[in-house]
């Protein structure tokens, strides 16, 4: 595992050493006034760090597509919210009600996912498809008639990475530090209960109970993220550090701490390049990423078997 931290960490490195050779009087501005985009960059890489840990269990469980029906779920919620308030005629604009609402019904669509995954009725696919398309739908059709708060909207659908405040990134600091206790504490339960369910149920283990809670764990991070982010990066970190990591982890404990890493490394290497070479800023992290997943090839050629 060593060797592939330290492979990566000096790849980290070459990458920040050849922006600068790039274009040094950008790079030099952006490291000397890093002060002035703390919050951003630090913002994303707790999103990063958390999307690395997810990511791992959505592989696990083979649900990776269903962070992106989550993220409908909570759009539509936030939609949801602004339509029915322009009736009243109240602004949501600077109001975390809009949220809220999000995290709602980001909550029901695990929920449905959940219930309908234990009935067996239906494949995963389905279910994750039909909440999309019906999300996608009603959203496309209320915000057609929603008049005011188009800029809240977009910060909270597709997130505002610039404008972080101390105070969003307390709470994602805090709401990520509770995630991570949660998945240490059941780790084993976790790990096991997505390794293989049946198994777990003809010992006596509550797999509802556990995959519940490692749903909630996942909606409220897809949520909390998706607002700093948007929800395509997130998607972005919730697959390319995990499918890195699992390449070659020897054992779960090596796939956890390399997908962590990766998903610490990517988004600030995505704010750097993107400042570099004015980038949209989601789009250089998924870039990054991507360049992430080809570095991985050369880990056999160096590290071979170690």
């Not at 709602?104 to 929920?111: D, I, S």
């Not at 890493?261 to 993107?274: D, F, H, N």
Request: proline fraction near 4%; glycine fraction near 10%; include cysteine.
């Amino acid at each position: 595992m060593k060797y592939r931290f330290i492979f990566y960490s000096l790849w980290t490195c070459l990458f920040i050493g050849l922006g600068w050779a790039v274009n040094r009087q950008e790079a030099a501005h952006f490291l000397a006034h890093l002060s002035l985009w703390y919050e951003p960059v630090m913002a994303g890489i707790v999103c990063g760090l958390l999307s690395g840990l997810l990511g791992l269990y959505m592989i696990w469980n083979r649900i990776v597509f269903v962070s992106l029906a989550i993220a409908q779920g909570a759009g539509f919620g936030i939609f949801l919210s602004f339509f029915i308030a322009g009736f009243w005629g109240i602004s949501l604009e600077h109001s975390p009600i809009s949220f809220l609402s999000g995290l709602v019904m980001a909550l029901v669509t695990t929920f449905l996912f959940v219930s309908f995954r234990q009935t067996k009725k239906y494949s995963d696919e389905v279910v994750i498809g039909l909440v999309y398309v019906i999300s996608s739908g009603l959203i496309v059709l209320m915000g057609d008639r929603i008049a005011e708060g188009k800029h809240a909207i977009d910060n909270l659908l597709f997130g505002n990475a610039v404008a972080v405040t101390p105070e969003s990134l307390k709470l994602l600091s805090v709401m990520t530090a509770a995630i991570f206790a949660i998945h240490f504490l059941f780790r084993r339960e976790f790990l096991y209960t997505s390794a293989d369910t049946e198994c777990m149920q003809v010992i006596g283990v509550k797999t509802k109970r556990w995959l519940g809670l490692l749903y909630l764990t996942l909606t409220l991070g897809i949520t909390l993220s998706m607002k700093t982010l948007g929800s395509l990066p997130i998607f972005a970190l919730m697959v390319i550090p995990p499918f890195i990591s699992l390449k070659k982890a020897k054992n779960p404990r090596e796939a956890v701490v390399i997908s962590i890493l990766l998903g610490g490394i990517i988004p600030p290497l995505g704010y750097y390049y993107s400042y570099l070479f004015s980038f949209p800023r989601g789009a250089t992290i998924i870039g990054v990423g991507l360049l992430m997943t080809g570095i991985s090839f050369l880990e056999k050629p160096v590290a071979g078997n170690r």
